[in-house]
């Protein structure tokens, strides 16, 4: 019933933005922290940065200060919006968030990936 949807990803030239969504939906008890996660060929998946509940945030250092992370509870949905792309920004981006769906117990889900490829 649950499901984790990224959508937002496409070609942008280096030093253009794009902004990504991560929206959750079904019978939904709570939320608790969400991540967005990348995975570029040829490397291993890495963590981008995670957003609390109560929205702190933690980035990892490769894209602190261009990229941010934010969320709104009531629609169920996370945001990452990056700015000043580099081509080594590419990479499938993920969502992750540790979802309770309703009279059930909390577990990590995935989304799908959304495409990014940075390039002039």
């Known amino acids: 019933q649950v499901q984790l949807v990224e959508s937002g990803g496409g070609l942008v030239q280096p030093g253009g933005s794009l902004r990504l969504s991560c929206a959750a939906s079904?019978?939904?008890?709570?939320?608790?922290?969400m991540a967005w996660y990348r995975q570029a060929p040829g490397k291993q998946r890495e963590l981008v940065g995670t957003?609390?509940?109560?929205?702190?945030?933690n980035y990892a250092d490769s894209v602190r200060g261009r990229f941010t992370i934010s969320r709104d509870n009531a629609k169920n949905t996370a945001y990452l919006q990056m700015n000043s792309l580099k081509p080594e920004d590419t990479a499938v981006y993920y969502c992750?968030?540790?979802?309770?769906?309703?009279?059930?117990?909390?577990?990590?889900?995935w989304g799908q990936g959304t495409q990014v490829t940075v390039s002039s």
């Open positions: 079904g019978r939904i008890n709570s939320i608790n922290t």
């Open positions: 957003i609390t509940r109560s929205s702190d945030t």
């Open positions: 992750n968030a540790q979802i309770r769906p309703w009279n059930s117990i909390t577990r990590d889900y």
